[in-house]
């Protein structure tokens, strides 16, 4: 039978493309929320973060929108290169000064030349 | 720069064996955290370290235990192995106490298969 957690959300896009990952996320006192890549048999590699007193961040060719209201993350990718395809996750900080991140489900992003 | 080095890369223990996992943060950085990812998973902190002090403690299994040396590397000791830890164990380190994101970076991380 199928294993929960074997298959990530997927999204495909063509190269030079915008990307729009999301996420959900459940803990409304968090203080950070983060946005992490990770390529095959490697460490999550920093993209952008963002405080929660802020609703949106940029940086370059990335965008981080934050919709307290909802508890919704956003990372938008500008021009989507073959060098992006990866594995995406959203992740915060459980607030108080702590600094031990939950991450949220992945969603792999694949780029289609 | 200089990274998190941790070492080994890759592991294979028979079930009931122990490892130790090795984690070298960046330099000056004083914070360790390890998380755990399993297959197709998303990481899981298991335990966090400040100035050789337990800091925090995730969903890491009694079986397990972790510190942090003077050098302010730390070691993962994991007993009596079961095939469910097979896993990346990942180590990230930071600077300032768990206080702050800054630096925040991991480690390319441990592949450890329990047969």
């Known amino acids: 039978g199928e294993s929960v957690g074997l298959h990530l959300p997927t999204l495909s896009v063509q190269e030079g493309d915008n990307s729009i990952i999301n996420c959900a996320y459940s803990n409304s006192a968090s203080d950070y929320f983060i946005w992490y890549k990770q390529e095959s048999g490697k460490g999550p590699q920093f993209i952008i973060d963002i405080r929660s007193n802020m609703d949106k961040r940029q940086g370059q060719r990335v965008t981080v929108l934050l919709n307290k209201t909802v508890k919704h993350l956003s990372l938008q990718i500008a021009a989507t290169q073959p060098g992006d395809s990866a594995v995406y996750f959203c992740?915060?900080?459980?607030?108080?000064?702590?600094?031990?991140?939950?991450f949220g489900k992945g969603t792999k992003l694949s780029v289609i030349p | 720069a200089a990274g998190v080095i941790q070492s080994p890369r890759h592991l294979i223990k028979e079930k009931r064996e122990t490892a130790t996992l090795k984690c070298y943060p960046i330099?000056?950085?004083?914070?360790v955290y390890w998380y755990q990812q399993g297959p197709g998973q998303d990481p899981q902190f298991l335990i966090s370290f400040y100035e050789k002090m337990q800091s925090d403690k995730g969903s890491i299994p009694d079986r397990f235990s972790a510190q942090q040396f003077s050098d302010y590397h730390s070691e993962l000791n994991m007993s009596s192995l079961e095939l469910g830890d097979s896993a990346l164990y990942f180590c990230?380190?930071?600077?300032?106490?768990?206080?702050?994101?800054?630096?925040?970076?991991f480690g390319s991380g441990t592949r450890l298969t329990v047969v």
């Open positions: 330099p000056r950085h004083d914070t």
């Open positions: 992740a915060q900080t459980p607030g108080a000064g702590s600094y031990q991140l939950t």
């Open positions: 990230a380190s930071s600077k300032g106490g768990g206080q702050t994101l800054y630096g925040y970076t």
